[in-house]
């Protein structure tokens, strides 16, 4: 009988261990969210420790803007559409930061990707949501690239490109952004 305890508590320590190892599996998966310092992957692709894929839209001033030309600074690409309440609190909390920090430490991408909305959609959004820096345009084709599948998903990428904080569909805190951002 004896015996039988000590296996059975053998047992349940390694259930436990597995549990566990799995939990932390998921909390520290590439979300973003789990505060921890994520290695590199050094890989192209759209989760934490990517190095982000390159892509450029046509703003809604009808300028080609590429990614590549704010290397040297941070970006967050806010996956939105106007309607989308989620969206436009994060683009509240984004733009209180940017105007915080006086507007120059990091560049800001929203991308339209309901193909209902058109081009003067997205200019009443940047008028009434962002700033006249920001850029603003659509991204379908960014959209798949970053493997977008709920609205208000947001990237950040630091400085030499990597992404750094991914979420999908749950509005970033003001934290999450100024961690990355201010």
Same mark, same amino acid.
């Given at each position: 009988?004896?015996?039988?305890?000590?296996?059975?508590?053998?047992?349940?320590?390694?259930?436990?261990?597995?549990?566990?190892?799995?939990?932390?599996?998921?909390?520290?998966?590439?979300?973003?969210?789990? /505060?921890?310092?994520?290695?590199?992957?050094?890989?192209? /692709?759209?989760?934490?420790?990517?190095?982000?894929?390159?892509?450029?839209?046509?703003?809604?001033?009808?300028?080609?803007?590429?990614?590549?030309?704010?290397?040297?600074?941070?970006?967050?690409?806010?996956?939105?559409?106007?309607?989308?309440?989620?969206?436009?609190?994060?683009?509240?909390?984004?733009?209180?930061?940017? !105007?915080?920090?006086?507007? !120059?430490?990091?560049?800001?991408?929203?991308? /339209?990707? !309901?193909?209902?909305?058109?081009?003067?959609?997205?200019?009443?959004?940047?008028?009434?949501?962002?700033?006249?820096?920001?850029?603003?345009?659509?991204?379908?084709?960014?959209?798949?690239?970053?493997?977008?599948?709920?609205?208000?998903?947001?990237?950040?990428?630091?400085?030499?490109?990597?992404?750094?904080?991914? !979420?999908? /569909?749950?509005?970033?805190?003001?934290?999450?952004?100024?961690?990355?951002?201010?």
């Amino acid at each position: 009988m004896a015996e039988e305890i000590k296996i059975n508590k053998k047992t349940i320590w390694i259930v436990v261990i597995v549990i566990a190892l799995i939990g932390l599996f998921f909390f520290f998966r590439n979300d973003g969210s789990s /505060g921890g310092n994520l290695a590199l992957s050094g890989q192209l /692709g759209s989760q934490v420790g990517d190095i982000a894929p390159e892509f450029s839209i046509t703003d809604v001033g009808g300028n080609q803007i590429s990614l590549n030309q704010f290397k040297g600074k941070p970006i967050i690409i806010g996956y939105f559409a106007t309607w989308c309440a989620p969206c436009q609190i994060e683009a509240n909390r984004i733009k209180q930061i940017d !105007d915080e920090t006086g507007g !120059d430490k990091f560049v800001v991408y929203q991308i /339209g990707i !309901d193909s209902k909305e058109n081009i003067n959609d997205l200019k009443q959004f940047k008028s009434n949501q962002g700033n006249d820096d920001w850029v603003v345009g659509f991204g379908l084709d960014s959209a798949k690239q970053y493997n977008v599948r709920t609205l208000d998903t947001t990237v950040i990428l630091d400085k030499d490109g990597n992404v750094v904080y991914r !979420d999908n /569909g749950v509005p970033a805190t003001l934290e999450q952004l100024r961690r990355y951002l201010a």
